[in-house]
């Protein structure tokens, strides 16, 4: 059962500006070192690996070693589904200036590349995946509600058409004990309205990025939508006007 304690203790841990700028820096689904993610949040390596021992502990961080390298990554989908909904709820929230600039995070819809286009752990987000999912809600090729999600025939009939490995992601779902769903809504904190998540979401970006429709940008979780991806997305999910 879930205690105030425990809800405190989560919460201390994000609430720090350098640990909170490390996990931000894991949300595009890759795991990086400590010397890397110290760089990212503006401290020495040793206070990084500090602040990452007490990360990894708490469960919200795993770590893996290769050779000499430790690299650390978001522990599961769940912790970036939080950290997403954090940010949201801090876009709509606002707060001072300064705070923003000293976290050095992006607190809300500021940058164009995140806005229209990147990664949440490992599905898409931003105006591109909002658009896509809003299609095939329109179409009847997917039922999202508050509280979860589901494909239907026609749209799995159209995830086919277009490549998506539909029996991997539900193979993975299906793995992981129910710790991972096939498909559930996520909010998105620059477009205010759901993304698709889960399995099926993951398997959808999956595509996307070995396609070539969409590249990712280094040093950042946007991504890059490729002329191609324009006009294989826009003519599958009628995104013309998303440029």
Same mark, same amino acid.
């Given at each position: 059962?879930?205690?105030?304690?425990?809800?405190?203790?989560?919460?201390?841990?994000?609430g720090?500006?350098?640990?909170?700028s490390?996990l931000?820096?894991?949300m595009?689904g890759?795991?990086?070192?400590?010397?890397?993610?110290?760089?990212t949040a503006?401290?020495?390596?040793?206070?990084?690996?500090?602040h990452?021992?007490?990360?990894?502990?708490?469960?919200?961080?795993?770590?893996?070693?290769?050779?000499?390298h430790?690299?650390?990554?978001?522990?599961?989908?769940?912790i970036?589904?939080?950290?997403?909904? %954090?940010m949201?709820v801090?876009?709509?929230l *606002?707060?001072?200036? $300064? @705070?923003?600039?000293?976290?050095? !995070?992006?607190?809300? =819809?500021?940058?164009?590349?995140?806005r229209?286009?990147r990664?949440?752990?490992?599905?898409?987000?931003g105006?591109?995946?909002?658009?896509?999912?809003?299609?095939m809600?329109?179409?009847?090729?997917?039922?999202?509600?508050?509280?979860?999600?589901s494909?239907?025939?026609?749209g799995?009939?159209?995830?086919r058409?277009?490549?998506v490995?539909?029996?991997t992601?539900a193979a993975?779902?299906?793995?992981?004990?129910?710790?991972?769903?096939f498909?559930r809504?996520?909010?998105?904190?620059?477009?205010?309205?759901?993304?698709?998540?889960?399995?099926?979401g993951?398997? %959808?970006?999956?595509?996307?990025?070995?396609? *070539?429709?969409?590249? $990712? @940008?280094?040093?950042?979780?946007a !991504?890059?939508?490729? =002329?191609?991806?324009y006009?294989?997305?826009?003519?599958?999910?009628?995104?013309?006007?998303?440029?």
């Amino acid at each position: 059962m879930l205690t105030t304690s425990a809800l405190a203790e989560t919460a201390a841990l994000v609430g720090d500006i350098a640990r909170a700028s490390m996990l931000s820096a894991l949300m595009d689904g890759r795991a990086l070192t400590a010397t890397e993610l110290a760089h990212t949040a503006g401290i020495t390596p040793q206070t990084a690996s500090a602040h990452l021992a007490r990360l990894t502990e708490a469960g919200l961080l795993a770590m893996e070693r290769q050779g000499r390298h430790r690299y650390h990554r978001l522990a599961s989908p769940a912790i970036a589904h939080m950290l997403e909904s %954090i940010m949201s709820v801090a876009a709509d929230l *606002g707060g001072p200036e $300064r @705070i923003r600039r000293k976290a050095n !995070l992006v607190m809300g =819809p500021r940058d164009k590349a995140l806005r229209h286009a990147r990664t949440c752990y490992d599905h898409l987000a931003g105006e591109i995946a909002v658009a896509m999912t809003d299609r095939m809600v329109e179409r009847g090729q997917i039922d999202l509600t508050a509280d979860g999600g589901s494909l239907t025939e026609a749209g799995a009939v159209f995830l086919r058409h277009l490549g998506v490995d539909l029996d991997t992601a539900a193979a993975r779902a299906a793995r992981r004990g129910g710790g991972r769903v096939f498909c559930r809504p996520c909010l998105d904190w620059s477009e205010r309205r759901p993304h698709i998540a889960g399995a099926l979401g993951a398997a %959808i970006c999956e595509r996307c990025l070995t396609h *070539g429709w969409l590249r $990712r @940008i280094e040093g950042s979780r946007a !991504l890059d939508v490729t =002329p191609s991806g324009y006009l294989a997305l826009g003519k599958a999910f009628d995104l013309r006007t998303l440029r």
